[in-house]
């Protein structure tokens, strides 16, 4: 028997996924496509990039630069890969950053986070990462939140335990002005942004794992914990999904 800590058995869940968290191509590009009034070659931070899936279609639709920060440094090492395979290598820099303590000697004209503002928290992360901006400068997250009032008893246990802070639609619209931006608009994505990429792929990932820590009890409560959280998804979705925000400073 294979014995590992936990939290290797987590990274072996999650690596060379095509994303690490619900999100689509066509989403990022939704959502760009709200931005008003941007420079041609728009500078643009990419906050909690993991391995880069939108990082490289932000290079691609803006002309800018991305400069893309993680912790993980295998997620931008993958970036770096998926970056030359899509031809956008020269306009995309890696840098491995907390999203806690960013500095940086010019600011951007676009924030960009998608599935990783949680870390920090909605709105904390919202005024924290607003000096970065230059002065009206815009900011596109995705947040985990609410879609409707009175969720079933084991969606709001779950997710009072795993994210306290997750609020409603209206309540991060609120959270935002409060920050100092207006709103410019939100969608919410649609379900196959959760299992095309992110959840069909993670669950023949956890089978492959249960088979290769059969009888290893520490890992299959790490898979235990991550397949409730797709089945949890399945049975609730109407009621919580990833909200696309963009705003402006």
């Not at 590009?29 to 906050?47: E, F, N, T």
């Not at 009032?149 to 779950?158: G, H, I, S, V, Y």
């Not at 088979?211 to 898979?223: D, F, I, P």
Request: with cysteine; aromatic share 12%; glycine share 8%.
């Amino acid at each position: 028997m294979t014995t590992l800590p936990e939290h290797e058995i987590f990274w072996a869940i999650h690596r060379d996924l095509p994303r690490e968290a619900p999100g689509s191509d066509a989403a990022t590009q939704q959502a760009w496509a709200m931005l008003p009034d941007l420079p041609a070659a728009p500078q643009i931070l990419d906050i909690g990039c993991g391995p880069g899936a939108q990082t490289v279609v932000l290079a691609r639709v803006s002309g800018g630069m991305v400069t893309a920060v993680d912790t993980h440094q295998p997620f931008l090492d993958e970036l770096t890969r998926r970056a030359a395979q899509a031809g956008v290598a020269e306009r995309i820099q890696p840098r491995n950053a907390s999203m806690f303590d960013l500095d940086f000697a010019e600011p951007f004209d676009l924030i960009w986070s998608e599935g990783a503002i949680y870390i920090i928290g909605f709105e904390r992360g919202l005024r924290e990462w607003r000096k970065l901006l230059q002065p009206g400068g815009f900011v596109a997250v995705t947040e985990l939140s609410w879609l409707k009032p009175d969720p079933p008893a084991e969606a709001l246990e779950f997710w009072q335990e795993g994210y306290p802070g997750m609020g409603a639609i209206e309540e991060n619209l609120a959270r935002l002005t409060a920050a100092g931006y207006h709103a410019l608009g939100h969608f919410v994505l649609p379900e196959s942004a959760w299992w095309d990429q992110y959840y069909h792929p993670m669950a023949a990932r956890i089978a492959m794992l249960r088979e290769q820590y059969r009888g290893n009890a520490a890992a299959q409560r790490v898979l235990d914990v991550e397949q409730a959280e797709i089945a949890l998804y399945r049975n609730y979705s109407s009621w919580y999904g990833y909200v696309f925000y963009i705003m402006r400073a």
